[in-house]
């Protein structure tokens, strides 16, 4: 008896492995006869309830102007929590004064769930303190600024340029310790008052002159670690340990899982053909979560 249901079970093994290869196969193939412009339409869809869209000269998951994330503006306790969504970072905050409004301009760099990522976000509230002192609105589209930054991990993962409050590039697939990622950041001030109060800033929290590069309006610097003594989550060393183990394990088994083509757009449109619910799984991995879930769910109502 023992010995039929050890052949069923080997026969039911070859069966499911026959139809794994079958059907990946047929997914290569469904890659391969796609263009571009149509693996992009599809993951844009899935990436736009959460305020997101694939760009194809960088590879990466991007963030848009327009997104509901504009919303919710900013404080400190969604860089406190980070490490319970997967999001493990270095945040530094540059904070000055310019025409009777108080900036926050900050930087991240780290692992976004199976993501390395890092963003540049410009926060602005009045000088009066109209707001909590917590909380800092996003910038208006006339404060938005020009900016750019170049993220490194030995060589260059990619680079993102735009006028806009929230900068941000997410590489999917990569796993990386935030100590490991240098920012090249480069941002243009609308005058000299500015740049100058932004400059002042920067040393207050703790830059050197060395490493501030200015030209023009143009104020450039290397961002490898936090230079002031904002520490959002050194009290959840254990969940931060716990989040980069479970990161660690997706990332690996997201490109072994796609280890039949290098692009991050065919990676992700394999995965829709062979593994719908994975690729669903991996499209919430990818971008940055802080309490979005009622905005997710207003966002598909509304398309409804």
Known sequence: MKYIFLAILVLVVVILLVCYFIRKK???AKV???SDEEKISHIDAA???????????CDVVVSKNDVWQ???GYMDLYDYKAPFFYMVFDADPICFKYKGREYRIELWKGQYGITTGAEIGIYVRDCNNAYSEYFY???TDDE??????VLMKKCDLFCR????????GFDVGVFSKPKNLKMDVCIHMPDCDMRDAFIDALIQAGYSHCQINVCGDAVCFEYCCPNSKYKPNRRHRLVKCIAQLCNYINCHMYMWFTRCFNRTLDKLTYLRFMAPCLYRFIIKLSVPRRKQKKYIRRIYKNRK
């Open 26 to 28: 047929k997914a290569i």
């Open 32 to 34: 391969r006869c796609m």
């Open 47 to 57: 990436l736009f309830p959460f305020g997101f869209a694939f760009d194809l000269n």
């Open 70 to 72: 504009r919303d919710l």
């Open 137 to 139: 609105p996003a910038a």
């Open 144 to 149: 938005r600024l020009k900016m750019q930054f």
């Open 161 to 168: 340029c735009d006028n806009s409050w929230w900068l941000t």
